[in-house]
């Protein structure tokens, strides 16, 4: 079943999404002019008659996007450039955007994957518990901020550009991961407050730190051989989908950051 819906403003505000045939389980929406409210519901409709993979075309900031989908079989396939949040809450599907990403991707995702073929905004994987997100270029500020791990679970974000300050803020677990290889952007390959507020998980920076560049809360160190193995196994995946060389990844030495201690904030309470 080919499910095709085109998008088109009614005489309201939202705008409307008109079915014209159903053939197997592919969905194709023209998101042109559609309002982000009656688009999120032609995917969650779609879905609910059986599509598996949904196109959406011409995206141009429809907000929320993939937000509290669920399903290991689903996948949408973003053409344009979504708004803030795409992906929130969302439980095992595939998203895979074919152009920049806006703010709030990922956040507070609980399985799934979502790929960015370009750059992304602020707070990538706020608080994300489970799955993965493969970034092309570069990112904004709060890159992997709260990220956290749970009941053997362990997020992953690996950016393939640079990133602005407080890369890994507040990280409670998970692995995140920067190479600097594909930015568009001037100056080092992330900005100042690394890991600040740190406490559970690992930064991974492709090349050296600062000592300015980090937080107080975290202790960068050169990756030792088996963490550099172990983050290979990681990266294959990365370089599968986007067609990078893995030797040419790790031909630069790693910088590990962790946190320096559970109790980044011990001495800020009072007990009585």
Known sequence: MTTALVGG??????????????????????????????????????????????????????????????????????????????????????????????????????????????????????????????????????????????????????CGGKARDYFGEYMAGGLLVLLGMNSGLDGPVVGSHVGTGMHGGEIFVRGELEAWQCGDEVRPMLATEPETEALGVVLGDYCDVFGLDLAEVLSLPFTRIGPAGCRPYAGLYTYV
């Open 9 to 158: 403003l009614d005489t309201g505000s939202i705008g409307a999404a008109a079915l014209l045939d159903q053939v197997g389980d592919v969905t194709t929406i023209d998101c042109r002019g559609l309002h982000y409210r009656a688009l999120n519901e032609a995917i969650r409709s779609a879905v609910v008659e059986g599509a598996r993979t949904v196109h959406l075309l011409n995206v141009n900031g429809q907000r929320y996007i993939g937000t509290g989908l669920r399903g290991g079989d689903l996948r949408l396939e973003v053409y344009g450039t979504p708004g803030q949040a795409v992906a929130m809450f969302m439980d095992g599907p595939t998203v895979e955007i074919h152009g920049n990403a806006q703010d709030g991707v990922g956040n507070t995702m609980n399985a799934g994957e979502v790929v960015v073929r370009g750059s992304a905004g602020d707070v990538l994987g706020y608080g994300m518990r489970r799955g993965r997100i493969f970034v092309e270029g570069d990112v904004g500020y709060r890159a992997g901020i709260h990220m956290k791990a749970h009941d053997g679970c362990r997020p992953l974000i690996v």
